[in-house]
């Protein structure tokens, strides 16, 4: 039994022979499996119900909710099984708080059809209660902040390709900001965003606005452009026609919807949330059109502490790339340690042990590895090769305790066998940053060759590091080694 939207007896709804709702039909958001279950209003008995749809057979839509982001996740969501290619005559019955007509008005909505292969005449509803003698219903492949199946990646990865294929080209690494700026309404929006978008441009990202271009446009922006900066908003989902991109999301406060979590974890999206330093962000609420208004003390200071995750960001993409050419088509120096594992001293407690935290290539602002309280604690990276060092830099977690790295030594050495070389021994307390900028770094007058570099404390202390960076190349004959170093210096 099919209830629309306003029925004044029931709630909203598919309900079966004995009045319960079905269960893969509802719309869900969150892990509760009862939230939003009704049985079918009482007056109601499936005998008191005269009106019969008119076909035999019909395929569940679901809800075509107005939103663009929820239909996505949650309408969109239904679609994977195409149960309306293997029943091409079947109609498909859906809920629709919006008049079908108006949704197709809306051009994205219009263009995921025609991408479907889906007119206007398959999709129906009904204004009352109406009896359907037959209708398969497919279990939504994405439940709003709960989970996802791979099966919707695929699926809308697919799907994107058919309707951008035209206008997708070569991809350009030159990073982009999807910018709310021209947008008159919605959820969220940073009331001073125009701000981080001019220190961004500056810098030599492009601004884009996504409401400006047509839906198939904004996919084949996601193909062309892969690396994205971003505030959280929903033009972010659409990310999920093109699978493994480069994503850095703003937080507009401390916590985030784990929609977006979802996504890029099916889309096997390179992503980092950041969150705003607590207190740098005020909230105002409803105003200017939108449901939340927030408003940066320093909008500034966010674009450049983005700049930095994203330029270690395309360093890591740039060694990842390198790793798989030959050495005589190498320019410049990568980042050797990138994605290499690595060992420590002792393992905090509380903190999960990671080979790969420090030498993942991605900024936090926060520590990717972390010893417990000892003496003397260390970090120490395997190249897995000797590699021609030029430039070690230690990116410091930005949130609190920047002071227990003050004290400490870089060392290095060829094998495991071979004794350590000190690169550098800082006796006195420096204090340096990270994602905040002013990274340790020492350079090296000509490169040395090592394969292990560790990075120890002096005294008794935790040791934790956001990012360890080494920058060189691949062992070549005719560079100094160890034994024989240059001399070097820090900034």
């Known amino acids: 039994m099919f209830v629309p939207f306003g029925d004044p007896v029931s709630p909203v709804g598919i309900f079966d022979h004995g009045q319960k709702m079905v269960f893969q039909s509802w719309y869900f958001r969150g892990p509760d499996p009862l939230a939003g279950l009704h049985a079918l209003g009482t007056p109601y008995r499936l005998e008191s119900v005269s009106a019969w749809a008119p076909d035999d057979l019909y395929v569940y839509g679901g809800w075509l909710h107005e939103h663009f982001g929820h239909f996505l996740l949650s309408s969109l969501s239904r679609f994977w099984s195409r149960l309306w290619e293997t029943h091409p005559t079947a109609k498909i019955l859906v809920h629709a708080p919006l008049a079908i007509d108006a949704m197709f008005e809306r051009d994205w909505f219009a263009t995921l059809m025609r991408g479907l292969g889906i007119a206007r005449d398959r999709l129906v509803s009904f204004d009352r209660t ?113 699978p493994g991109r480069n994503i850095l999301l703003i937080s507009y406060g401390q916590s985030l919807m784990s929609n977006y979590v979802l996504v890029d974890k099916a889309n096997r999206t390179a992503a980092r949330y950041f969150r705003p330093v607590a207190g740098s962000i005020t909230t105002h609420g409803t105003r200017g059109g939108f449901v939340t208004a927030h408003e ?66 991605f900024l936090t602002g926060a520590f990717q ?106 062992e070549r004959s005719g560079v100094r080694s160890l034994a024989a170093r240059a001399p070097q210096h820090t900034a």
């Open 130 to 242: 109406t009896k359907i003698r037959t209708l398969l219903v497919s279990a939504p492949s994405f439940e709003e902040e709960n989970f996802v199946h791979t099966a919707y990646a695929r699926f809308c990865n697919a799907l994107g390709r058919r309707i951008a294929a035209p206008l997708i080209g070569p991809p350009d690494p030159r990073p982009v900001f999807l910018s709310k700026e021209k947008l008159s309404k919605g959820v969220q929006r940073l009331e001073n965003e125009s701000a981080v978008s001019r220190a961004l441009a500056r810098a030599g990202v492009e601004i884009v606005y996504p409401e400006t271009l047509s839906f198939e446009e904004q996919i084949a922006l996601w193909y062309n452009r892969p690396n994205v900066i971003s505030f959280a908003n929903s033009a972010l989902h659409t990310s999920i026609f093109a």
């Open 369 to 474: 590895f972390h010893t417990a309280n000892e003496q003397d604690p260390w970090w120490e990276v395997d190249l897995q090769a000797t590699a021609r060092i030029s430039l070690i830099r230690l990116f410091n977690r930005a949130d609190i305790a920047q002071e227990r790295c003050a004290r400490f030594t870089i060392s290095a050495r060829r094998d495991g066998e071979s004794s350590a070389v000190i690169l550098h021994d800082q006796t006195e307390p420096c204090r340096f940053g990270g994602l905040d900028g002013h990274p340790f770094e020492w350079i090296a007058r000509e490169p040395i060759e090592a394969r292990y570099v560790r990075i120890g404390l002096r005294g008794r202390n935790y040791l934790h590091l956001d990012q360890v960076e080494i920058l060189g190349r691949m």
């Open 296 to 361: 940066a003390h320093d909008p500034e200071a966010i674009a450049a502490d983005v700049l930095r995750a994203l330029e270690v960001q395309l360093r890591a993409d740039a060694a990842r790339h390198a790793a798989t050419m030959q050495e005589d088509h190498l320019g410049g120096l990568v980042n050797v340690a990138i994605d290499k594992p690595a060992t420590q001293s002792s393992n905090h407690p509380n903190v999960p042990f990671r080979s790969i935290g420090a030498t993942s290539g």
